[in-house]
């Protein structure tokens, strides 16, 4: 079992920048997967970011690449987003997952655990 708890998100005017932190409990956590995804108002949830069980691997929707870096700490138990150059589109609720695999991936139905989310809104 593993829980999620996301923190970091805020308001930022667009251009700025915003670290999110995802804290993680559960003896596995450095077996998962893990990754960010994100809703917008009206909109389906989205995949953001993966970043494979030892950080060797990351991937990234189009939108947010060169802008956002995803990692991982395993010795703290700690998945991040750092967040910049943000744009108004990037305003969400972003979510932590960890994956049923130690592999990167952008499906959300490879993931068992999700936390609440955090809310980030950026403003023009």
């Known amino acids: 079992q593993v829980q999620l708890v996301e923190t970091g998100g805020g308001l930022v005017q667009a251009g700025g920048s915003l670290r999110l932190s995802c804290a993680a409990s559960?003896?596995?956590?450095?077996?998962?997967?893990m990754g960010w995804f994100r809703q917008a108002p009206g909109r389906d949830r989205e995949f953001v970011a993966t970043?494979?069980?030892?950080?060797?691997?990351?991937d990234y929707v189009d939108s947010v690449k060169g802008r956002f870096t995803i990692s991982r700490d395993n010795a703290r138990n700690r998945v991040y987003l750092q967040m910049t150059s943000l744009q108004s589109e990037d305003t969400a609720v972003y979510y932590c997952?960890?994956?049923?695999?130690?592999?990167?991936?952008?499906?959300?139905?490879?993931?068992?655990?999700w936390g609440q989310g955090t809310r980030v809104t950026v403003s023009k």
């Open positions: 997952a960890a994956g049923g695999t130690p592999f990167k991936t952008h499906h959300s139905s490879q993931y068992e655990y």
């Open positions: 559960g003896r596995t956590f450095s077996h998962y997967a």
């Open positions: 970043v494979s069980w030892n950080g060797g691997e990351v």
